[in-house]
């Protein structure tokens, strides 16, 4: 074989196996997300991402308690696809708005956990906002 076959061999190997993470790291994703809506019926969820060119991607869930106390705080953050969710325990337990003030949330210590929180709670404000409507949102009903 030529040079440039193995190099297109290689190129697909490569790219089979990045899939294989890819499609790794959104089955636990999918698993930790099912884990929190299964165990906890009321509240709100919140998710949050900040991409890393050169540094550590993270993934900040925020789940609140309808009076808006944080039960759970799971960051995820490295930069290949074993990374796996951490609960942060110094954050649970707090209300919502102690949260936002927190210094390690205004970005004094790990900027990006603090930029992935503050866009959780940003979903977690949207939900709050949206009006409760009776029924399942998105059905519409058929006309006799």
Known sequence: MA?????????????????????YQMRHYSDVMKGITSNYNDGFVGAG????????????????????????????????????????EEFEGISLSALRTDPVMTGLGEPNIAKAAERAIEQIDKARAEPKRPGLIGIKPVNA
Do not use: C, E, Y
């Open 3 to 23: 040079m440039w076959q193995w190099g297109l061999l290689a190129l697909g190997i490569l790219w089979a196996l990045q899939s294989l993470g890819v499609w």
């Open 49 to 88: 991402n900040v991409r890393g060119r050169f540094g550590k991607g993270v993934i900040v869930l925020i789940l609140v308690t309808p009076d808006l106390v944080v039960q759970r705080f799971l960051v995820m953050s490295g930069r290949s696809v074993f990374a796996k969710f951490k609960r942060r």
